[in-house]
């Protein structure tokens, strides 16, 4: 869930890792070492004492010159995310902001330093940063002709690898490799990332992250709300999250009026003759209901409905959604009983050429990220629709058929899924990051809330476990996570799914994994 309280979103500040130097370092507290700035690498500034309450024998006066720095040279244990805290003073009322880099790539941008009221008192700001194995170098450079404030020291709280915040990795690497204007179009991966970005700005509460949120949106959508969008598919609709996220943090109508194209769109979007919205208008998606599209349009629903006074039509639609997806795709007999096939097509009009009529016009083939897709729609959908809500018993029975298939057609080795889900013993087939990220959230919060025994635990519990053993830092210090299919259409070839490109850090993998991992670390794990 993530409607909560307003909030302000200010300009795009920056703050990501910062690090330091191994010279005399005085330990603080267990796996903290204190580094102190005068005895860093400075250039454009002077070691000096004129103002009280500094630690060690002074602290670093920048000169009042862009490009003014101070460097540090850190030595850590072994790779991992790190906590560093940088103690500093600003008297004056004016902000000035310093670029962090860590082993020469610049993480922050334009990082804040406000005032805090005289030369004499001191604040500590907090950051995250991974660091290498070894010597790392960290360089703080003011980028105003006010230079920076004065440093006193860089506290660096060197944990293990297993107690890396692997979100904040995740999002920090990837601001640092995207800004919002680079970072990809108008479509449902960007949306999901973004989505799983948000969750983690309401655990942390780091204002870049919903800053970096709405520059993003801020591309599509103009001051009076308008979006170049036709919304002729599913897919196009996934982002409108983004855009409920900041109507309610920020309050501008604009949020709600670009959001209001798609609902008012749902009124005249093509179905099929029971109801079900067709994945797209497209003549070669005629009659088409992809498993995938369930998450692309019904949690924006539900949660457009609770935000804007619409919920009569948005509960009854997205639950009825579901439920007429689930009827058509459901397997409900043999071994997979339980799973979902990937899509359906209508018989009359157009044939889509995977359909098999033997199989109620389905592919009859379980894509794991496809079930994933409608697991996650059903338990978003089921956070806000009323406990009275007639489809409600149906929709709770598909998340407890959903949880047992995936318990039954859980690897025991990797605790992650298959790429096609029931066919795991054939040897051309690889467990899937996006999809066990996605199972591996569904099974937690169904035990969270009582759909399920508590016993199932234990299976999201695995999950975890085989999804964190795909993610690491690389020699950037920046996070990897592998073994993602890309985006895939629908076929009724085995050998079409397994033989998806698998990629590293694709969207649908991180925005899967941040809302797994945000579900976990809530949960306590």
Sequence with gaps: MFLLRRRVVVAAVAATGLLIPALPAVPAAAAVIRYEAENATISQGSVATNHTGFSGTGFVDYTNV???????????????????????????????????????????VDQPFGGTGSWDAWAISTLTA????????????????????NVDWLEVNDQPTAGTDWSVAVVESTMARFSPDTLGGWGYTRGLYLYGQYLVYQRTHDPRYLAYIKSWADRFVDSSGNISQSFNNLDSMQAGNVLLILSRETGQSRYRIAAQK???????YPRTSDGGFWHSTSDTRQGQLWADGTFMVNPFLIRYGQLFNDSTYA?????????????????????????????????????????????????????????????????????????????????????????????????????????????????????????????????????ERGYVSSTFRTYADRGYQGVLKRISLGSDGRTNLTEICIGTNVDDSTSFYFDRPRATNDFHGLGAFLIMNEQMIRTGH
């Design 66 to 108: 862009a490009g003014s720095y101070v460097e540090w040279t850190v030595s850590a244990a072994q790779a991992g995310t790190a906590s560093l805290s940088l103690r500093y003073a600003n008297g004056t009322s004016t902000n000035r902001p310093m670029d962090i880099s860590v082993n020469g790539t610049v993480v922050a």
């Design 130 to 149: 991974g660091l290498l194995a070894g010597t790392n170098t960290v360089r703080a450079t003011a980028t105003t002709s006010n230079g920076g404030p």
């Design 262 to 268: 798609i609902r008012t769109r749902l009124n005249t």
């Design 315 to 447: 509960n009854d639609e997205a639950a009825r959604q579901l439920e007429v997806y689930g009827k058509h795709l459901f397997r409900t007999s043999g071994n997979a009983a339980g799973l979902l096939y990937h899509a359906y097509d209508e018989p009359g009009g157009l044939t889509a050429s995977w359909v098999h009529p033997e199989l109620g016009n389905t592919n009859g083939i379980s894509w794991c990220r496809a079930i994933g897709w409608y697991a996650m729609a059903t338990i978003d959908v089921l956070e806000i629709l009323p406990v009275t809500h007639p489809k409600r018993p149906v929709l709770l029975t598909n998340v407890q058929t959903l949880v047992n298939a995936f318990a039954r057609f859980q690897d025991p080795f990797t605790g992650r899924w298959f790429q096609v889900v029931d066919l795991g013993s054939n040897s051309n087939n690889w467990t899937e990051t996006s999809c066990s990220s996605m199972y591996t959230f569904t099974i937690s919060r169904a035990v």
